[in-house]
């Protein structure tokens, strides 16, 4: 989960608000679920069982070299000042593929380990090395990450914790962790929206950690 780096970054530095593509708007509860306790603990990823992030990201790439694209003039519009059209000299040059490729990798990629705590109201969640995020329901906070500026808010949906952030460029981000107790599982469901690439949503699978991380 950064906020990125998602969680990132927000994938979990997080931050995520109300979204209509990316996190819902209902309202979310400040205090969870008695059942919802049974998230706390280690956690690490379930590659089988998850979404494959590479197949993703390809699509992510897609969809944002397709809106990178310079736009030719319409059929029978002649060029700005006539003949071959012209090149904005204040348009942003393309940014390099390969440093694209490990800009969005990094920052939305899930976590290979997660570890949750719910001290008092609040919750927190560490997402492999990173440091530790805090977040307490039903209070909105500005963060400032990898992504941008952003509001973010959490809350409880019946047994699941949500986080939602909104950022100033108009992206929005939302995770959704839930504890499945019959497996003993902890699914998280990460959503995004963005100018650039359009949206993602992605579904990994952590099961509970029986001994150290590898």
Known sequence: MRIPRPWPKLAWAVALATGLTVGGCHSLDSRPAPAATTMTGEWR???AGSDDFDHKLASVLQQFHRREQPRPPYAGQPAPGGGAAQIDPLMMP???PQRLHARLADDLRPAAALRIALLGDGVEITRDTEPTRQYRPGQT???IDSS???SVNCGWDQGAFVV?????NRGERSWRLEHDAASDTLRVTFRASNPQYGQIELHTLYRRAAGPAP
């Open 141 to 143: 906070v500005s963060r």
């Open 148 to 150: 941008g500026a952003a």
């Open 164 to 168: 939602r952030a909104k950022y100033t």
């Open 45 to 47: 990823i379930d590659p």
């Open 94 to 96: 393309l940014e390099d």
